[in-house]
């Protein structure tokens, strides 16, 4: 008989093996640190330098190649923090905010096109999954925020 952890192993192996697929599937104009931390910034708002190397666990000078790199495609800019104008923060742009819902769409269709090779309970399945699936990927974010919070706080 199966048990739990057979099952949590099970479903964790088909979730790893989705999620790669789809990363090894996506458009390739930008790396995926790059798309990541669009994704960062379109969720909460203008960071510093400093909080996106932190969030993509990349040293400073990566992220601002990596910044440069976006900000030279348009997709994002930096301003002055207006409550300390020696900070910098970096914003997702509307270009940046266009090329990410197109990403999106591209991935979309492609899931929809799949999903019509499944049966109707597969996909009623899915459909029945998606509240559990949101709720463990909030759980997932949730726990590297918490992780990232820990890091900067640590003395060093």
Known sequence: MATPSDAGAALA???FRL????IRQR?????????STLTALERNGPRRLTQLALGEGIAQPSMTALVAQLEGL???????????????LVAITREGS???K??????????????????AGEVAALRD??????HLADLVEEAGAAARGAREEVPG
């Open 13 to 15: 192996e088909s979730l």
């Open 19 to 22: 999620a790669s697929l789809v």
């Open 27 to 35: 458009p390739r104009d930008i790396s995926l640190t790059a798309a």
């Open 74 to 88: 348009g997709l994002v800019e930096r301003h002055n923090d207006p409550s300390d104008g020696r900070v910098v």
């Open 98 to 100: 266009r090329y990410l």
């Open 102 to 119: 197109a990403a999106r769409r591209q991935i979309s269709d492609r899931f929809s096109t799949l999903l019509g090779e499944l049966s």
């Open 129 to 134: 999954a998606a509240g559990a699936l949101r």
